[in-house]
């Protein structure tokens, strides 16, 4: 049987490939997507949503426009995807229908309440619609099974990894609020994402995939990549796929609890994720976090699901 999800996302082009792969995925029964601002403003976000799952035959698929900006503060835009959130694909038809009245928190809370079962949540992009929904429907969050969410890095600061990771970055305080609500939270952040790079072996593997889509994802990928190779001189990484693989299989990576803390002060680590791996805080675990990551496995589903 399909596990049935609600996702919540800010495409963006690793959000765009992490729909598209939800959508064909049989493990996977894709009830809503719901849209934030992050990668780009929420209007263009949506538009992206509505335009990637009309292209790929998902246009039953609802979706439910989210938060303008950040719960406390001004909205400062993801840099990596270009003016549209999703430039590089010319030939993707403009949105043929519109976004749901509702708002994506009632739209979240709705879908939610009524689930027979708790489910999972996949979030790619910042937390304001989540965090906004901790905060008005506070009735629902026990029917959340677990909230998959793309965000945060804790052990390897490097030459490719920054102290900050943007989603956690663009809506701290929504972050804060999510850490604090109970919510079973798997945080799949950038000390496994920034192992599931495209590199000449993908790009050759995704050559290989001759079809509208297929070229369609090389195309995106080809503009995605410039902000990595030219800043980091590495490709680009398969952040929100990775997150959305977990709830095909969830063994791709490994995991352990941790209580963390979002930074809400500092200057140059503003936004940071802390994780208190020893309980040294003496504050009970908050989440679990992705350590290791089975690259080659991943790329293999991902890979399966695009062709
Ligand atoms: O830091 C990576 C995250 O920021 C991804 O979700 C990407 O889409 C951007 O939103
Ligand atoms: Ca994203």
């Known amino acids: ?50 335009r990637i799952l009309d292209f ?28 549209s959130g999703l430039e590089g694909s010319p030939y993707l038809p403009m949105p043929r229908r519109t976004a749901l009245k509702q708002h994506a928190v009632d739209f979240l809370a ?39 969410w793309m965000g945060g890095v804790f052990y390897r600061k490097s030459e490719i990894i920054t102290p900050t ?27 496994v994402t920034m192992q599931v790079l495209i590199e000449a072996p993908q790009y050759e593997e995704l050559a290989g995939i001759d079809t509208p889509l297929g070229r369609l994802v090389m195309d995106w990928l080809k503009f995605y990549e410039k902000l990595h190779r030219n800043s ?32 809400l002060n500092a200057t140059y680590a503003f936004g940071a994720t802390v994780a208190d791996f020893w309980q040294e805080r003496g504050e009970a675990d908050n989440a679990r976090i992705a350590y290791e990551v089975d690259a080659d496995r991943f790329f293999a589903l991902m890979f399966d699901l695009l062709r």
């Open 1 to 50: 049987m399909p596990t049935p999800i609600l996702y919540d996302c800010d495409p963006g082009h690793d959000d765009a490939i992490a729909l598209v792969m939800a959508h064909r995925s049989s493990a996977i029964d894709l009830l809503g997507v719901t849209t934030t601002c992050g990668n780009a403003e929420v209007e263009k976000t949506t538009s992206n949503a509505i």
């Open 56 to 83: 790929i035959g998902a246009s039953h698929v609802p979706v439910a426009q989210g938060c303008v900006r950040p719960l406390a503060r001004p909205l400062i835009l993801g840099t990596a995807d270009g003016p």
């Open 110 to 148: 709705e879908k939610l309440e009524e689930a027979p079962e708790p489910m999972i949540v996949v979030a790619t992009g910042p937390l304001c619609n989540i965090g906004l929904l901790v905060l008005k429907r506070p009735d629902v969050l026990p029917k959340i099974k677990e909230l998959i």
């Open 165 to 191: 990771e943007f989603n956690a970055f663009c809506d701290p305080e929504a972050l804060k609020i999510v850490l604090d609500s109970q919510i079973p939270l798997t945080m799949v952040g950038l000390d």
């Open 232 to 263: 980091m001189g590495v490709g680009g990484a398969m952040h929100d796929p990775l997150a959305l693989a977990l709830v095909i299989d969830p063994s791709l990576v490994r995991t352990r609890p941790a209580h963390i803390g979002v930074d």
